[in-house]
């Protein structure tokens, strides 16, 4: 998923950890746990990003949920 600069991904090989998604734009990159949404770590992003790309992760949270399970089972 993309919402402007961001792209909303995550990786094949955490199927252990608890539901979460990476978000991306240049060389910065967070991730948030979708139960409940919370920062789980940022490499780069201060905290007005950090506070918007939080706001799409709830706006959003059914379908990026939808999307975890349906690709780790």
């Not at 919370?38 to 939080?54: D, F, H, M, V």
Request: charged share 25%; with cysteine; glycine share 4%.
């Amino acid at each position: 998923m993309r919402i402007g600069p961001y792209r909303f991904h995550f990786y094949s090989r955490e199927p252990s950890e608890p539901p979460h998604i990476h978000v991306r734009r240049d060389v910065h990159e967070a991730k948030f746990w979708l139960e409940p949404v919370s920062l789980a770590s940022n490499l780069g992003y201060n905290q007005t990003e950090l506070n918007r790309i939080e706001s799409h992760v709830k706006d959003h949270c059914q379908k990026l949920m939808d999307a975890y399970t349906e690709f780790h089972g």
